[in-house]
């Protein structure tokens, strides 16, 4: 069966530094991967998705980037976290094509 | 207008009632749907795909109309651990992609 871990789970990070999150995926071959992040009361905004190594889109400019050096690992960074990136960061794969998506249990970063 | 659409609620329902929730989305190419369910602060899980044909899954109902572009959950016999907020999915993907893009959520409360 296929898994996906995201860490860490918590996270509180001052403004002006940098940000990492890994998350990866078993169990799968070649899966579509996303980051999303949901802001206090608000909806699942989608950040970046890769459909491989190395291929990255964006959906929305921002202060963050996203990498997929490996085939199921996919990484969210940021050079200098702003207020503004505190959020709940969720990363989810997907088989190719029109399916659902599976997220992981999500990062809460809280950024002060 | 916002590319998927819900009443964000609350509903406040008696146990053993039963409940709707709508949802419209804006892109008529769509080509797959979805139910979520989402616990708070917690990552958002697949409640049921939603099919053309309307389908069922137990007490949990999910019809699609593409004509008037909506997509409909109904929960029979509420249980108090129903409690959640339900996120209406729509994949908005083009070629074979895949995008997800999320509503912002109806929260569901089911009270004895």
């Known amino acids: 069966s296929q898994t996906i871990h995201q860490w860490p789970a918590t996270l509180v990070q001052p403004v002006g530094s940098p940000l990492s999150l890994e998350c990866t995926v078993e169990?799968?071959?070649?899966?579509?991967l996303y980051w999303y992040r949901q802001a206090a009361g608000r909806g699942l905004q989608l950040l970046f998705y890769s459909v491989g190594i190395g291929q990255i889109s964006s959906e929305v400019p921002q202060n963050l980037s996203a990498s997929r050096p490996q085939d199921r690992q996919f990484i969210l960074s940021s050079k200098k976290l702003l207020l503004s990136d505190s959020g709940f960061y969720l990363c989810?794969?997907?088989?190719?094509?029109?399916?659902?998506?599976?997220f992981g249990q999500g990062t809460r970063l809280t950024v002060v | 207008r916002k590319e998927v659409e819900q009443d964000p609620g609350p509903f406040n329902v008696p146990e053993g009632a039963t409940v709707a929730f709508n949802c419209t989305y804006s892109n008529s190419a769509s080509q797959s749907f979805f139910w979520y369910r989402q616990d708070c602060r917690k990552e958002p899980k697949l409640l049921m795909s939603?099919?053309?044909s309307g389908n069922e899954d137990g007490r949990f109902t999910a019809q699609l109309n593409r004509a008037s572009q909506y997509i409909s959950l109904l929960i029979r016999d509420s249980k108090l651990s129903d409690s959640a907020t339900y996120l209406c999915v729509v994949n908005m993907g083009t070629g074979g992609g895949n995008k997800l893009t999320f509503g912002t959520g109806t929260q569901l409360k089911v009270e004895l």
């Open positions: 989810a794969w997907s088989w190719l094509g029109n399916t659902e998506a599976f």
């Open positions: 939603v099919y053309s």
């Open positions: 169990g799968t071959s070649n899966p579509n």
